[in-house]
């Protein structure tokens, strides 16, 4: 039994985010990029939602829209059962104090002018969530406690820090709103291998202490078994399977998430030289000319005549188990 059915925080309905292509001085639409099209998923409170697919796929874009970087071509997307679309701007900040994101660059991601203690503090000042100056350095000290760093650190400048250190950071000012939901956007992508681990054990210890639900977009299936409840695979801006962590790496019935697994190292040599490696044909096909029907088709070797005309839906084949293939 899933300890978080009917307690959805986000819920997303066939999302669809597409970029005008234009060109001339009139600026006319030659054509769509459909970086997300027709996506559906929801993620429970309490849960950490796994989204993985190579660069490009749409993940990110899927993020920028919760976020409401982005407005959606079309869809909706419910927070806590509002339309966040729809919202006004008083509404959209009252909301932003709720969803807040962990960039992917530590390096990038922090202002070199600003100390590291305006950066974590900045959000407080914005959503005036103090009263006194005395507070707002208190909860400075709190945050960086809360991250491993040394409160006395905060007059310093993002360049004196290693990256491990800056994400710590990033993490910090994510969780100066005191949110409930964080998009966590390939937040290890760009660390050391051996600091991985650190920034990956420190979410999990964060969210079983502050209660916080995460979706976790990542590119490393090894890594988001190990910190995932739930997974999504996408692909060209579908989304092709979503299962449990476990479940999808005993029985992947998507053959895409059975070419991604097959890539996936194993520690055991012997069962290493025994298994079958799923090598896909061909490169991944551009979101600007889309093939017909089923998007992965023109690399499947399962694919039949049907897959060449209709595009699958997402559709249950157990409990807790979705995917989106005719030939499952």
């Not at 998009?183 to 992508?189: L, Q, R, W, Y």
């Not at 055991?268 to 079958?276: C, H, I, L, N, T």
């Amino acid at each position: 039994m899933n300890p978080f059915l009917d307690n959805k925080i986000l819920e997303v309905k066939n999302l669809k985010m597409y970029f005008p292509i234009t060109r001339g001085l009139l600026r006319k639409v030659v054509g769509l990029i459909k970086a997300v099209d027709n996506v559906s998923f929801e993620i429970n409170r309490g849960e950490i939602f796994g989204l993985v697919g190579e660069s490009g796929c749409g993940k990110t874009t899927i993020a920028r829209c919760i976020l409401k970087i982005y407005n959606p071509t079309e869809g909706k997307i419910f927070f806590e059962g509002n339309d966040i679309t729809i919202l006004t701007k008083s509404e959209l900040r009252s909301m932003r104090k709720k969803i807040q994101l962990i960039f992917q660059d530590p390096y990038s991601s922090l202002d070199p002018r600003q100390s590291v203690g305006s950066i974590v503090g900045e959000p407080l000042k914005i959503h005036r969530l103090y009263e006194k100056e005395n507070d707002y350095k208190n909860k400075i000290k709190e945050l960086f406690l809360m991250v491993g760093l040394n409160p006395e650190m905060t007059n310093r400048y993002p360049h004196e820090f290693s990256g491990g250190q800056r994400q710590r950071i990033g993490i910090a000012r994510a969780l100066s709103c005191g949110p409930s939901f964080i998009v966590c956007d390939e937040p290890i992508s760009a660390l050391d291998v051996s600091i991985q681990a650190q920034i990956i054990n420190l979410l999990l210890e964060l969210k079983e202490k502050m209660g916080l639900t995460y979706l976790f977009i990542s590119h490393d299936l090894s890594v988001v078994r190990y910190i995932s409840n739930r997974i999504a695979i996408m692909y060209l801006g579908h989304i092709v399977e979503i299962t449990d962590s476990e479940e999808l790496y005993k029985n992947p019935l998507h053959p895409y998430t059975q070419a991604l697994l097959s890539a996936v190292p194993i520690p055991d040599p012997y069962k290493e030289r025994q298994r079958e490696r799923i090598i896909l044909k061909g490169d991944v096909p551009s979101p600007l000319n889309p093939p017909s029907g089923c998007p992965f088709h023109p690399r499947c070797w399962k694919a039949k005549e049907e897959c060449y005309k209709e595009i699958p839906i997402l559709r249950q084949v157990s409990s807790n188990h979705q995917v989106a293939c005719l030939q499952v």
